[in-house]
């Protein structure tokens, strides 16, 4: 009888165990689904505002046309990305050209005093700001879950379970800094 | 500490502290009545009154302490690097945006209140919204929004309320015993005197020892939000350059009050209106140098 009570005690704690690490790795998927979509929404924010940024360049410095160009191009090429990585590689070369596009601001000083372009400028390292923090936050919660399903016992179960790894956006938060433009 | 833990024990604090709080009024209420010689519908009415206030600094200590404060809503044109920080933070917290309010007064400081993530608020100055720049900013906002995601706001605005209410009850007593509110005279015994003496004692400590819990309960938790913060911008000079500045800005701040004073980002008053001797334990923050120097070793 004594017996019986030890094996259903252990068989209840067990099922108490994957009951609730299921639960948790579920809250952790769709938390890094949400992350997710809130960098999609960035993402597409920067892009819409950068065809009128082109414009207002356009009209001060016309000879900037590389420049521009790789800028359209950037953004072309990061609305097309499908895949995970392929968007962070076309958002961080979007940040570079866009970086430059900025920069060259700094020879005309009638763009600069531009309402229009200070009020993009303004807008626009703001977004940059959205884009890396809700990155962080999707890669952290990335972080978060791969642990959880990597440390041991939940490995065991999660043989049973079937959670596959999630795949982080682009670059690590270290790395981050490193490519991050400060328009400022 | 893990931040998981430290979120726990706050929620689990702010009950135990409700609940202390009810037991030491309905007790002080007790001595107090009796010593009056009102008997027990003194407590009765402290009992009742304790309940209540618990239950309302619960739900409207954040509308509460903004009212207090005078605040006025931000707006993302106005206050564009306010408004916006404050968004991307709340993106990188994972935390819904809270509300943001902005006090016109040209002290530099901030502060977070509300029960939970979904309810709270956070406020600043015009003058610290003016004189810092964006990353100063961002690590300021950074270490309000740790303060709500750590539910430290939630423990907060519960005591400054309930800590207002045994200031409260306390000056009632004193003043009853000034107007010599006997019912039943002809109880002056023994134990009527000793509960008089016991119920005065109480009445001058319980406003202390409530202002007590309150500066402990601060202190501590500045440390591990401006770690929090630091974390969310993976820029903790942002915010040690924001102190440096807060630290070199001598005004104080007139919308602050006692009650108040430990929500803000750094000591409101400046530490004028305490005597040196017991700076230490009354100081609601710790020294901003320290802070400076943990923050630079990050």
């Known amino acids: ?151 041991f016992p939940n490995t065991l179960v999660n043989e049973i379970l079937g959670f596959p790894e999630k795949e982080f956006f682009g670059a690590t938060a270290e790395e981050r800094k490193a490519v991050k433009v400060n328009f400022e | 500490m893990t931040i998981t833990s430290q979120i726990r024990g706050n929620i689990t604090r702010t009950y135990v502290f409700m609940a202390g709080f009810v037991a030491f009024v309905v007790f002080a209420a007790y001595v107090m009545g009796n010593a009056l010689g009102y008997g027990n519908s003194w407590m009765a009415i402290a009992v009742l009154f304790s309940v209540i206030s618990s239950f309302v600094s619960y739900y409207y200590g954040a509308d509460m302490v903004l009212a207090m404060s005078g605040a006025r809503p931000a707006d993302r044109k106005r206050d564009f690097d306010l408004f916006t920080v404050t968004e991307n933070l709340a993106l990188a917290a994972g935390i819904p945006k809270p509300k943001l309010y902005v006090i016109e007064d040209t002290a530099m400081n901030a502060f977070a209140t509300g029960r939970d993530p979904e309810h709270a608020v956070v406020c600043a100055t015009t003058g610290l919204v003016d004189r810092l720049e964006r990353r100063e900013l961002e690590g300021v906002i950074a270490h309000e929004l740790s303060h709500i995601k750590n539910f430290d706001t939630r423990l907060m605005a519960v005591v400054a309320v309930l800590a207002g209410t045994v200031a409260f009850l306390a000056d009632m007593f004193m003043r009853s015993l000034w107007w010599g509110g006997h019912r039943d005279r002809d109880r002056n015994d023994n134990l009527g005197g000793l509960l008089l003496i016991v119920g005065v004692i109480l009445a001058v400590l319980s406003p202390i020892v409530a202002t007590l819990i309150q500066l402990a309960v601060s202190r501590r938790r500045e440390f591990l939000a401006d770690a929090s913060g630091a974390y969310l911008t993976r820029y903790p000079e942002g915010l040690a350059r924001a102190l440096e500045k807060l630290h070199k800005d001598k005004e104080v701040l007139e919308a602050a009050t006692n009650a108040t004073a430990h929500l803000y980002v750094t000591n409101p008053f400046k530490g004028k209106n305490f005597g040196a001797w017991f700076s230490g334990l009354f100081d609601t923050h710790p020294p901003i140098k320290e802070r400076i120097r943990t923050l630079r070793a990050m």
């Open chain 1, 1 to 151: 009888m004594n017996m019986l009570y030890v094996v259903g005690g252990a068989i209840l704690l067990l099922a108490v165990y994957i009951w609730s690490l299921y639960n948790g790795l579920v809250a952790l998927k769709t938390q890094i689904e949400e992350a997710w979509s809130q960098i999609d929404v960035q993402l597409k924010r920067r892009a819409d505002l950068i065809p009128n940024l082109v414009q207002t360049v356009k009209g001060y410095a016309k000879h900037e046309k590389t420049i521009m160009d790789s800028v359209t191009r950037a953004r072309a090429s990061m609305l097309s990305a499908k895949s995970l990585d392929a968007k962070a590689k076309a958002s961080d070369a979007l940040s570079g050209a866009l970086g430059k596009l900025l920069a060259i601001a700094e020879n005309y000083p009638q763009l600069k005093a531009n309402d229009s372009f200070i009020q993009l400028q303004k807008e626009l390292s703001d977004t940059e700001d959205k884009v890396a923090y809700s990155r962080q936050y999707f890669n952290s919660s990335v972080l978060e879950f791969n642990t959880k399903i990597r440390t």
